[in-house]
C-alpha cells in the first residue's frame, strides 16, 4: 500500500503562482511513476504532469507547458507542482496518483486539495 498526502493549495489571483507538494509514504521503493491530475467542476479528471522516480523525466500535458514544473525529491518521497502564471482555467481539485513498476495504471490516489485562480 501507499498513501499519497497533498497539500499547498489555495485561492490565488490570475498570474500567481501556487506549489503543490504530495507526499508518499508505505511502500514507496515499488513506486515507477508520480502524476498529477486534475478535476474541474463539471469536468473529468485530467492528466497534468508525471514524473519518472528514477531518473525525473517528466511529461507535461500542452496546456501546461512552460507554466507547470513537476519534480520529485526521493529521499523525501515526495513530489512538488510549481505552478505559474496561474489561470482561471486552471481552477480544479488537484490530486496526486502514484503508478508501481510494470502497471498500466495508476494504483493509489491522494484526496486532492483545491487550487482556486480569481480573475
Known amino acids: 500500500q501507499v498513501q499519497l498526502v497533498e497539500s499547498g493549495g489555495g485561492l490565488v489571483q490570475a498570474g500567481g503562482s501556487l506549489r503543490l507538494s504530495c507526499a508518499a509514504s508505505g511502500r514507496t521503493f515499488s513506486i515507477s511513476t508520480m502524476g498529477w491530475f486534475r478535476q474541474a467542476p463539471g469536468k473529468e479528471r485530467e492528466f497534468v504532469a508525471r514524473?519518472?522516480?528514477?531518473?525525473?523525466?517528466?511529461y507535461y500535458t500542452d496546456s501546461v507547458k512552460g507554466r507547470f514544473t513537476i519534480t520529485r525529491d526521493n529521499a523525501k518521497n515526495t513530489v512538488s507542482l510549481q505552478m505559474n502564471s496561474l489561470k482561471p482555467e486552471d481552477t480544479a481539485v488537484y490530486s496526486c496518483?502514484?503508478?508501481?513498476?510494470?502497471?498500466?495504471?495508476?494504483?493509489?490516489w491522494g484526496q486532492g486539495t483545491q487550487v482556486t485562480v480569481s480573475s
Open positions: 496518483a502514484a503508478r508501481y513498476y510494470g502497471s498500466s495504471s495508476y494504483n493509489y
Open positions: 514524473i519518472r522516480w528514477s531518473d525525473g523525466l517528466s
